[in-house]
């Protein structure tokens, strides 16, 4: 239900969700824009792909299928999910201009123009919500600084919350759970938070589960922030809740099912 020219943007988003999405802004239909929108953040990014490379190459010996599946899953969920959307024809027609070299002048100040948008719109965000991280990371309930994990405001939050992860990797487990909520922030952060925390699976289905809720669950602040800025901030939480939702139905159906045949 989408022109060809769409296939641009969730080529651009195997790099980036956030700038694929603002790039949008060049199609003209609004319902294939909101379809694009809704359906670029379940393409792995560059950022999901530090997750995938991590559990393929740390708990399974044929990697390359595994990280495969991976991509593999993200298209079925995207074709399945499509059908959300109404459909349309689309009579894609474009004239070709004269091809001319470009002036150099003119590229480095569009891309500064652009690049300064990035900056100001999504990394300041992300700035800002890292540094509440950091804050309920050093800090306990009593504001003492500097203290252990196990001490933190933050793992006392994963503590509370460790329930969910049963589900998904069959116990609970508060460290896995901080890891998860750390890749809201930036997905690449969900690797590092592991090693930090010395995050330990107690199998590979477990570890799968977990990859995949991490590739299609909300995503980074980033992603959040531009979906805000092009259909407002109430799609942006309705978004978020789908992507959730989806992510957790997903991870409990298949850490089951691969339970159930193993």
């Given at each position: 239900g989408l022109s060809g020219k769409s296939f641009t943007y969730f080529l651009f988003g195997i790099s980036c969700s956030a700038s694929s999405i603002l790039s949008t802004r060049s199609l003209k239909d609004d319902l294939e824009r909101k379809k694009v929108i809704f359906l670029l953040p379940?393409?792995?990014?560059?950022?999901?792909?530090?997750?995938?490379?991590?559990?393929?190459?740390?708990?399974?010996?044929?990697?390359?299928?595994?990280?495969?599946?991976?991509?593999?899953?993200?298209?079925?969920?995207?074709?399945?999910?499509?059908?959300?959307?109404?459909?349309?024809?689309?009579?894609?027609?474009?004239?070709?201009?004269?091809?001319?070299?470009p002036s150099i002048k003119v590229v480095f100040n569009n891309t500064l123009i652009k690049l300064k948008d990035i900056l100001i719109r999504i990394f300041s965000i992300m700035l800002f919500f890292s540094i509440i991280n950091w804050f309920l990371l050093s800090f306990d309930v009593h504001l003492n600084y500097n203290v252990s994990f196990e001490n933190s405001i933050l793992y006392l939050i994963g503590n509370k919350l460790s329930f969910l992860t049963k589900p998904l990797i069959g116990y609970n487990d508060s460290k896995t759970l901080v890891s998860i909520l750390s890749g809201i922030i930036a997905k690449e952060q969900v690797v590092s938070t592991i090693g930090?925390?010395?995050?330990?699976?107690?199998?590979?289905?477990?570890?799968?589960?977990?990859?995949?809720f991490n590739l299609f669950s909300i995503p980074c602040i980033n992603t959040l922030s531009a979906i805000k800025n092009e259909c407002g901030f109430k799609t942006m939480l309705i978004y978020g809740f789908i992507y959730m939702l989806i992510s957790y139905i997903?991870?409990?159906?298949?850490?089951?099912?691969l339970i159930w045949i193993l």
């Open positions: 379940f393409i792995p990014c560059s950022a999901k792909i530090s997750i995938i490379l991590f559990v393929t190459t740390y708990y399974f010996h044929n990697s390359f299928f595994i990280f495969l599946s991976f991509y593999l899953i993200a298209i079925i969920i995207i074709y399945i999910l499509s059908f959300v959307f109404k459909s349309k024809k689309f009579e894609y027609i474009m004239e070709v201009p004269p091809l001319k070299v930090v925390l010395k995050v330990k699976f107690l199998s590979v289905i477990s570890a799968y589960s977990f990859c995949l997903i991870s409990i159906i298949l850490f089951r099912s």
